[in-house]
């Protein structure tokens, strides 16, 4: 299972991006996906998930930040609103995989894509 994050990149505070994550491989279901982040220094944290349409977000990020997903797709989102400089952080992306014909959920984890923000 390959999960490729794209969107990332330089934006100036008060300004949007929007992350995009897709999942491929012998996928038979994803439980869960979401966003996790690391700022240099710091511990990763959780950004938002989203399982079955429900969704769940970190309070720094609550109200700014919507995360979408698409079945179909196998591919979630991160719509980034009212940036921050203290959002600076590589944002990686998460799923939880049940593999074609096996049983129960594996976590995977994407390569990260850098969102900078800064005047």
């Known amino acids: 299972v390959q999960l490729q994050a794209s969107g990332g990149g330089l934006v100036q505070p008060g300004g949007s991006l929007r992350l995009s994550c897709a999942a491929s491989?012998?996928?038979?279901?994803?439980?869960?996906m979401g966003w996790y982040r690391q700022a240099p220094g710091k511990q990763r944290e959780l950004v938002a998930t989203t399982r079955g349409g429900n969704t769940n977000y970190a309070d720094s990020v609550e109200g700014r930040f919507t995360i979408s997903g698409d079945n179909a797709k196998n591919t979630v989102y991160l719509q980034m609103n009212s940036l921050k400089p203290e959002d600076t952080a590589v944002y990686l992306c998460?799923?939880?995989?049940?593999?074609?014909?096996?049983?129960?959920?594996?976590?995977?984890w994407g390569q990260g894509t850098l969102v900078t923000v800064s005047s």
């Open positions: 491989g012998s996928i038979a279901s994803i439980n869960t």
């Open positions: 998460y799923a939880q995989v049940t593999l074609t014909g096996t049983y129960g959920w594996n976590p995977y």
